[in-house]
């Protein structure tokens, strides 16, 4: 009874392990170019729900940003 139980268990695992796949619920990361009049401001201000500091923080952590200073064409990485 208890070697049935066993590959019963065993069985179920592998299947679960078969068909589980990655929830890919973070996406593909969201491009933004940069406009002549953006700021981090405006950017955290559009993009991101609450409070725009916390959106300024995570602009500047995603990109690696050590200022503020934005320039016009640049390529940034919305986390």
Same mark, same amino acid.
Not at 51 to 58: A, K, N, T
Not at 68 to 77: A, I, K
């Given at each position: ?10 069985? $179920?695992?592998?299947?679960? *392990?078969?068909? +589980?796949?990655?929830? =890919? =619920?973070? *996406?593909?990361? &969201? ?5 002549? &009049? !953006? &700021?981090?401001?405006? $950017? +955290? +201000?559009?993009?991101?729900? *609450? !409070?725009?500091?916390?959106? $300024? ?9 050590? *200022?503020? &200073?934005?320039?016009? =064409? ?6």
């Amino acid at each position: 009874m208890f070697v049935r139980l066993s590959v019963l268990l065993l069985a $179920i695992s592998l299947v679960v *392990g078969v068909v +589980a796949r990655p929830s =890919g =619920g973070a *996406g593909k990361p &969201t491009r933004y170019v940069v406009k002549p &009049t !953006d &700021t981090l401001w405006s $950017i +955290a +201000a559009a993009h991101y729900a *609450g !409070d725009p500091r916390q959106g $300024i923080w995570e602009l500047q952590q995603r990109n690696q940003l050590h *200022g503020t &200073t934005l320039v016009p =064409g640049q390529r940034l990485v919305l986390p």
